[in-house]
């Protein structure tokens, strides 16, 4: 089957997140360097020291959800449909033209619906069993991130997938696309990540002791933890036959990804395996790492993930390091989306030719130094970029994505 | 200039020492004043927040997080919550 294999293609991109929502906006606000945090409102927040977060606040569910009623849908599982209406519409289809054809929908999640579960428990503590909310347990089921989608668009011929695969879900639903457009499975993928900002998450992190007061510093001397986030980033991929056919304007060429699960401890990242992720990225992409551009790190800002991830690199790239940057510092950790937007910003800086900065930077740290291109984007010729999705649990992901008129061809692994 | 900080009463460390075995699955009898959390009972970082989340909401303290580096048996579990008691 290796001379089977098809090229895939990034064609459009859907985005909801802090910074801005449509592909638009986000580039936009990537470009400025624009930071989404802010005071949490999702939630109460008393009895915590300090609470920001990078809160969508502009989020209008009905302008995008109109073949079921948004109520049926949490809001993760919202922002997921928004942002594959938006995919599909920037890629210049029909939703007609994607119902015709077979078709994978694979969403990355870290909480789900955790957020109404929030709400349940908050209820059932207060009020007892008796109170529930028939229509907000029924939308816990973190299948409806993908399923929702499928409704929403009318798809028939289609599989079905949520992928829960934490902070790298996103990256782990994506190269999950690859697989089945490069194999001729399916010929179009609506994939990538969706999570909402939770009182659970935000409390966890924070007693581990992750929460930035103020904002998220990757790479910096002072970083003190991460923000959550919230959002989805939703990447419609195609073969290239199928792209160049419609003459579909085309962000980026899909190279490949890798994997690693290591399973080594619950919270703290293992170097030895993201370095083993990175290199079968490589390896599936047909590059080397010489030949990367610019790494958009997992880069959450914490003392832990920082210095291992930039351990790692280093592991795989030797004393050349490419410029690493980390998207977090402005639109939060989004969880299973984290890595689906990044993937997006990816597909942007290849289109657009810049490399995001990492914004509220003033001191690298020496622990993990790279130049993280502080706070101001850059122009950049760029041809292969890297990006990394590494999660609780030893889960990493890592894909690979190059500019497709010069992107060499990708060897199968 | 040194202050003096009060001892924890009996029912005080008993209650600690309750919290502690509770949250690393250890018989009472299992658990000594300076055996090691970490290297004899098995105790992962998790564990040791979930204790130090505990002491929080049942003496009504604050402990910081830099103080887990000395909470590394039930000797200095009582130090630093008669420390935080204090203040």
Known sequence: MTGARHRVVVTGLGVVTSIGTGVDAFAAGLRAGRSGAKPITAFDTTGFAYSNACEITDFDPEAWITEQSPDDLGRAAQFAVAASRMAVADAGLTEEQVRGVRSLVSVGTTDGESRDLDHLTGLQVTSGDDVLDAVVARRVWPGRLSAGIVRELGLEDVETVTVPTACAAGNYAVGYGYDAISSGDVEMALCGGADALCRKTFTGFYRLGTIAPDVCRPFDADRQGILTGEGAGILLMESLESALARGARIYAEVLGYGLSCDASHPVAPDRDSIARCITAAHRNAGIEAADVDFISAHGTGTKANDVTEVGAIRQVFGDELPRTVSIKSMIGHTMGAASALASAACALALRDGFIPPTVNHRTTDPECAVDCVPNEAVAADLKVVQNNGLAFGGNNAVLVLGRWDTAPVPTVA | ?87
Do not use: W
């Not at chain 2, 992962?44 to 830099?66: M, N, V, Y």
């Not at chain 2, 039930?74 to 008691?85: N, Q, S």
């Open chain 2, 1 to 87: 200039m040194t202050t003096q900080i009060p001892a924890l009463d009996e029912t005080e460390q008993g209650q600690i020492k309750d919290i502690v075995c509770d949250i690393l699955e250890l018989e009472l009898d299992e658990v000594t004043d300076t055996s090691l959390f970490k290297e004899e009972h098995d105790a992962d970082s998790l564990r040791t927040i979930e204790i130090l989340a505990s002491l929080e909401r049942t003496f009504g303290i604050t402990l910081k997080q830099s103080e887990l580096s000395r909470m590394v048996n039930l000797a200095g579990v009582y130090a630093v919550v008669a420390e935080a008691k204090a203040q």
